[in-house]
């Protein structure tokens, strides 16, 4: 079976981490043994990069927080993701480009075109075979991480238009490779409406 990557994208306390996790128990127990990773992160290299994006008090332009994103995200396309999908492994990654088209296009304002040649320069070209986007208001996503205590990081700190923009550009994502999935309060009710995209786009990962 050929390596299938799958990213999972959407705004601040949407469930993304929680829903990547689902799948990849879910997968695990039909016997597959996905290969996890997250953005920025998922190396060495690129979980420092995380640390200075998000956890340290840098005064970032726009295009610093972009290349810090890119430099991260070609770092694990080379490390993890392309040796996992050349095995024919499946790949789930908690966030992937998208998130740069939407936050530091849409959110910050770059230029798109600039922003796609950055990505495509990271990549390689590389997409996902699928994107799930988990759709929720941004007051959602909010007051979720407030009930669970989390301390808001660099980006999480950013207004809440930045965040509405971000919020727009998701809703807007389409494509062959983009699911739209409504991010529910009961997280096993959405996991059931994601692995029913995952599964109707690839049918023998469900057997």
Same mark, same amino acid.
């Given at each position: ?55 340290? *008090?840098?005064? +970032?332009?726009?295009? %610093?927080?972009? !290349?810090?994103?890119? #430099? /991260?995200? $070609?770092?694990?396309? &080379? ?72 301390? *808001?990081?660099? +980006?999480?700190?950013? %207004?809440?238009? !930045?965040?509405?923009? #971000? /919020?727009? $550009?998701?809703?807007? &994502? ?34």
């Amino acid at each position: 079976m050929s390596g299938r990557f799958i990213a999972l994208e959407g705004i601040e306390g949407v469930g993304k981490s929680t829903q990547v996790a689902l799948l990849a128990d879910r997968l695990r127990a039909l016997g597959r043994e996905p290969v996890v990773v997250r953005e920025p992160g998922g190396t060495p290299f690129a979980e420092e990069v995380r640390q200075l994006l998000l956890h340290k *008090p840098h005064d +970032l332009t726009a295009a %610093s927080e972009l !290349f810090l994103f890119q #430099a /991260a995200r $070609a770092d694990l396309v &080379a490390r993890i993701i392309r040796p996992a999908l050349a095995e024919g492994r499946i790949v789930l990654s908690d966030r992937f480009e998208m998130t740069s088209r939407t936050y530091q296009a849409a959110g910050r304002g770059l230029a798109l075109e600039q922003v796609q040649s950055a990505i495509a320069l990271a990549t390689g070209g590389l997409m996902p075979d699928l994107y799930v986007v988990l759709d929720a208001p941004v007051d959602v996503g909010r007051s979720r991480q407030a009930a669970q205590g989390k301390g *808001p990081d660099r +980006l999480e700190r950013e %207004s809440a238009a !930045f965040h509405e923009r #971000a /919020a727009a $550009a998701y809703r807007a &994502a389409d494509g062959a490779n983009v699911a739209h999935v409504a991010s529910l309060d009961s997280a096993p009710a959405t996991h059931e409406a994601v692995w029913a995209v995952v599964a109707q786009r690839f049918p023998e990962l469900a057997r």
